[in-house]
């Protein structure tokens, strides 16, 4: 391969989650194989979604509107709210339909070693969302975290600052395997760990 935009092109490419140079290197030139009846449609939704793309105002969720369309459902239940570390974390729970509640995207895990402080996350909107003004209070508080020592470092967090309000506060059960993260496990077991959810 040849030609510095074509080396930016895979340089870019080798960077998103799963690839390396070699697989990037592969891609880049099957779109470029398949110009017309990939690339250029691949450019086109790209485009789109990039011109609507937005971080929705209430839950954080990344979608094609804010509110996006999860906060917009009238069928979702408003008593029922799940805290997740990230959006990846939200559509993996999303994808599956596992949870009829409503979502609330922290922005990241709480980590000493990376310089991510309570202040950092999504914390105070949370909390605002306990009692909104203009529909019922939140019941139950799900929090969906990674298995990992920053995920249930950030769910002892959290549920503590959750305790003064009187919401009931459950987490996942450990049907979540220890250092595993959301996004990579399959429906049936994050189905599991919902269903098995336990008081913090």
């Not at 969302?129 to 249930?152: F, I, K, N, S, Y």
């Not at 395997?177 to 049936?188: A, I, Q, S, T």
Request: glycine letters at 10%; proline letters at 7%.
């Amino acid at each position: 391969m040849a030609g510095d935009e074509l080396d930016q092109l895979t340089a870019l490419v080798a960077r998103l989650p799963g690839l390396g140079p070699r697989s990037a290197r592969r891609l880049v030139l099957h779109l470029l194989r398949h110009r017309e009846t990939l690339l250029q449609p691949l450019l086109g939704a790209l485009g789109r979604v990039e011109a609507r793309l937005e971080t929705c105002a209430i839950c954080g969720n990344i979608d094609l509107g804010s509110p996006c369309r999860i906060c917009r459902d009238p069928r979702r239940d408003p008593g029922l709210l799940c805290v997740v570390a990230d959006v990846a974390d939200l559509w993996a729970l999303e994808r599956g339909r596992l949870f009829p509640g409503r979502f609330h995207v922290l922005g990241g895990l709480l980590s000493a070693l990376d310089g991510v402080r309570p202040e950092d996350l999504a914390i105070e909107s949370l909390l605002a969302r306990l009692r909104p003004p203009d529909g019922p209070p939140v019941a139950e508080v799900v929090l969906a975290m990674a298995a990992t020592l920053e995920g249930q470092t950030t769910a002892h967090y959290v549920a503590e600052r959750l305790q003064a309000s009187g919401v009931a506060v459950s987490q996942l059960a450990h049907g979540v395997p220890v250092g595993g993260e959301l996004d990579y496990l399959d429906e049936g077991t994050l189905a599991q760990a919902l269903k098995l959810r336990r008081p913090v």
